[in-house]
């Protein structure tokens, strides 16, 4: 089993950056490839971005390429994310999840955080 904790989330201007970490404690964490998902109210939770298991691998949308940054250091069991140029729409409950395999779909991650929030004002 892996436990995940989030931290870093913060009122923010448009515009300003941020950086978000996952502290991951339990099974070999760098065994699994792990995402950051945002969840807005009412909303599914949808994936941000994603690294695989060395950090080789990065997987980015459009929407935040440019922007976002994940990176992963397994010595110290961490997952950031860097997020700068953030807009209203970044907006969102954050949330790490550990899985097997790198997938969009929340329901392929096997563990999950409890989530940081995160809001952009304009």
């Known amino acids: 089993q892996v436990q995940l904790v989030e931290s870093g989330g913060e009122l923010m201007q448009a515009g300003g950056s941020l950086t978000l970490t996952c502290a991951a404690s339990?099974?070999?964490?760098?065994?699994?490839?792990m995402g950051w998902f945002r969840q807005t109210p009412g909303k599914e939770r949808q994936s941000v971005v994603g690294?695989?298991?060395?950090?080789?691998?990065?997987y980015y949308p459009d929407s935040v390429k440019d922007r976002f940054t994940i990176l992963r250091d397994n010595a110290k069991n961490t997952l950031t994310l860097q997020m700068h140029r953030l807009e209203p729409e970044d907006t969102g409950v954050y949330y790490c999840?550990?899985?097997?395999?790198?997938?969009?779909?929340?329901?392929?991650?096997?563990?999950w955080g409890r989530g940081t929030w995160v809001t952009v004002s304009s």
């Open positions: 339990g099974r070999s964490f760098s065994t699994y490839v």
């Open positions: 690294i695989n298991w060395n950090g080789i691998s990065t």
């Open positions: 999840a550990a899985g097997l395999k790198w997938s969009d779909w929340p329901a392929d991650y096997d563990y």
